[in-house]
Each structure stands twice: as structure tokens, then as C-alpha cells.
């Protein structure tokens, strides 16, 4: 954890401490923000579609629990969880299967449920190489917009350009505790995006 940055430390940190039940870090990779949640006393599942990822987690943090499962296919119930931490997950979806991923993710949480995504921002969506694949870019705008499409309020939004790293954003959204006749409740303006320091 030594070289994430401190934005992102206390933005993953202030939403856990809103968590009071099941959570899943979808796309856990190595497993250290995994184990950040389990820390904070979370009740905190990481999951990966990669298995020498899993290896790798379970190797250095014994004291988790990992399982094999991707940001569209959680593995859990409908409505069961209280969270889930997409962090830089999403940059690995192909932008054409992004709605249905967030859709999955919109029906595992339970109402009053929070979903914290983390990418890369661009000013288009598009992709580009990555250490580990393919990845893509998206406006922090577009993505908050697909997060209400699956029926999710946006909370916040953040993006912010550190020197010698690519820019980043994240959104914080959730289910909503009641949903009107006339559809999901849809902010009137999303929180604009705030600047921070700290590099990945």
C-alpha cells in the first residue's frame, strides 16, 4: 500500500466507513485494497477472473478470502451486498459490455448499497496499453452516466492529473433505498469533479 497515492487511500477509506455490510472488491488483482476493507473490520470478499492474480492474493494476504469472479458476474445474490470497490477494474471491460457489467452491479447491491469505481479518464472512451491488457479511457461524465442508466444515484465524482502518471477519475454511486413511479431519482447536479494530490 506503500505506493498508492493518498487521494486514493482516503477516498477508499471515507467509503468504507460508510459500509455496514458484504462487500466485494471486483477485480481485486493482488488483493492489498482487499485487505485495506478487511482491516477496517469489513465483512470483504476479493474476487478476480485471472487465476495467478488469486494466487498471488491469497499468498500475501492469508488472512482474506478470494474467489474467482468478474465485475459482470459477481457471484452473490441480488440485493446482498452493501458495497462494491471497482477499483480500476472497469478500464478492463469493453465499453460495449460496460452497461450490462454496472447492471450486474446495480442488482447485487441491496437498497442504500454503494458501488466506488476507479479508472483512467480521457476525453473520449478509448483504449490503450496497459501493463496487464488492453485497458480504456472514459470521461468521468460518461461513466457517472452509465451508472445512472443501471439505476444508481450518483454521489460523487473526482478526477484529478498527478505529474508523470495518466489521469485519473472515480465515482461513487448508489442504490437507491426507494425508486419513484417515474423511474430511478436522478441527481439534479453530480458533484463536479475535485482536483487532489497523490500519485499511484
Known amino acids: 500500500m506503500d505506493a498508492v497515492a493518498d487521494a486514493d487511500r482516503s477516498l477508499v477509506l471515507r467509503w468504507a466507513r460508510e459500509r455496514s455490510g458484504p462487500v466485494v472488491d471486483a477485480g481485486c488483482g493482488p488483493g492489498h485494497w482487499t485487505d485495506l476493507l478487511r482491516r477496517e473490520g469489513l ?17 500475501r494476504f492469508p488472512a482474506c478470502r478470494f ?12 440485493a446482498s451486498l452493501d458495497g462494491v470497490l471497482a477499483w480500476f477494474s ?4 469493453a465499453p460495449e459490455d460496460v452497461p450490462a457489467a454496472l447492471a450486474a452491479v446495480a442488482r447485487a447491491l441491496r437498497p442504500g ?5 476507479g479508472f483512467f479518464t480521457g476525453t473520449v472512451v478509448e483504449p490503450f496499453d496497459h501493463a496487464v491488457t ?6 468521468v461524465d460518461a461513466l457517472a452516466d452509465r451508472l445512472r442508466d443501471a439505476g444508481l444515484v450518483v ?11 495518466r489521469p485519473q477519475g472515480a465515482v461513487v454511486a448508489d442504490r437507491p433505498v426507494r425508486v419513484s ?20
Not at 113 to 117: D, E, F, Q, R
Open 43 to 59: 465483512d470483504v470478499e476479493g474476487v478476480d477472473p485471472t487465476p495467478e492474480m488469486l494466487a498471488l492474493a491469497r499468498d
Open 67 to 78: 474467489r474467482p469472479g468478474r465485475l459482470e458476474d459477481l457471484g452473490v445474490p441480488d
Open 90 to 93: 472497469v478500464i478492463h471491460t
Open 113 to 117: 448499497g454503494s458501488v466506488l469505481l
Open 134 to 139: 488492453t485497458a480504456h479511457r472514459w470521461p
Open 155 to 165: 454521489r460523487e465524482t473526482h478526477a484529478r492529473t498527478d505529474p508523470g502518471v
Open 181 to 200: 413511479s417515474s423511474g430511478p431519482p436522478r441527481p439534479a447536479d453530480a458533484a463536479r469533479p475535485a482536483p487532489a494530490r497523490g500519485r499511484r
